[in-house]
């Protein structure tokens, strides 16, 4: 039977919004060394903004009305921010059909003019398109994520989004800190220049940020850490319901996260306050010393 300490902390936990799968998540909680947390939708609030627009073959109508169209098979924050960007305007999405999500970079599919893509320098190399074009050196100037459109190997514009930290991120891996947890990093998919502005605003060391990773990226960081103690992955289930699976405790962002993270996670962050997350970790600490 399960000690009434850890009903009751369960209990506690879960009316400050972490609902944990059961007891043995609590107790592995108490003993983690390492917290890795995603940036995308974890670290920041996940409702990005398209803040600058570069058409180049197309009208800037028809770019945000490609990407929209592509994005909308997407759940990813920068599918998001199109579809705002486009509700704002008042444009419609251009009908996308065979669309294929390619976890951390980007997404295909076939428009009436012929097969596009939006995503990273990444899935560009991969359809062979040019990222020279001297107008989008402003664009790549480093604090924003830049998502390309093509048409095959032709480059038909960009768009810059910019995502912003949660309020309460800073104040949470400081209390993790505090609390005595001397491993923290950020892993993400996106660049290095976006990685660094979101996670120094955050406090975190540059050796601590990780950038540019795929899905399997995260999977073996996160099981490098596990070599040196028990590891926390927090994260949104974007691109990283594996990396939620492999470590010792998957904890997914619940209210804005995705069903698959859900799944993949022992622990669900109903709140968006990260607060409760070091709150909740303190609560699995003192509840171990009970019953030990
Ligand atoms: P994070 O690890 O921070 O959560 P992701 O792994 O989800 O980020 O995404 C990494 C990068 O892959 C994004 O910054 C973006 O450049 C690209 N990407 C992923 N999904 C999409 C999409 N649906 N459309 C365009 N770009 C995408
Ligand atoms: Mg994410």
Known sequence: SVPAAILSALSAAARGGVLFKGGAALETLATVQTFAFDKTGTLTTGRAEVTRLLPLDIDETTLLAL???????????????????VELRGLTPETVTDVTAHPSEGI??????????????RMAARMGADLTHPALAI????????????????????????????????????????????????????????????????????????????????????????????????????????????????????????????????????????DRLAAAHRLARRTAAIIR
């Open 67 to 85: 990407m929209s169209g592509i994005e909308s098979h997407s759940e990813h924050p920068i599918a998001d921010a199109l579809r705002r960007a």
């Open 108 to 121: 295909t599919g076939t428009h009436a003019s012929g097969p596009i893509w939006a995503g990273n320098p």
């Open 139 to 274: 664009l790549q100037d480093g604090s924003e994520t830049v998502v390309y459109l093509g048409r095959g190997d032709v480059l038909l514009g960009a768009v810059a989004v910019a995502d912003q930290p949660r309020a309460t991120s800073r104040e949470g891996l400081a209390a993790l800190r505090h609390a005595g947890i001397k491993t923290i990093v950020m892993m993400t998919g996106d660049r290095r220049p976006v990685a660094l502005r979101i996670g120094q605003a955050l406090g975190l060391s540059p050796q601590e940020i990780h950038a540019d990773l795929l899905p399997a990226d995260k999977v073996r960081l996160v099981s490098d850490l596990a070599a040196r103690g028990r590891v926390a992955f927090v994260g949104d289930g974007v691109n990283d319901a594996a990396a939620l699976a492999r470590a010792d405790v998957g904890i997914a962002m619940g209210a804005a996260g995705s069903e698959v993270a859900l799944q993949a996670a022992e622990v669900a962050l109903l709140s968006e306050n990260m």
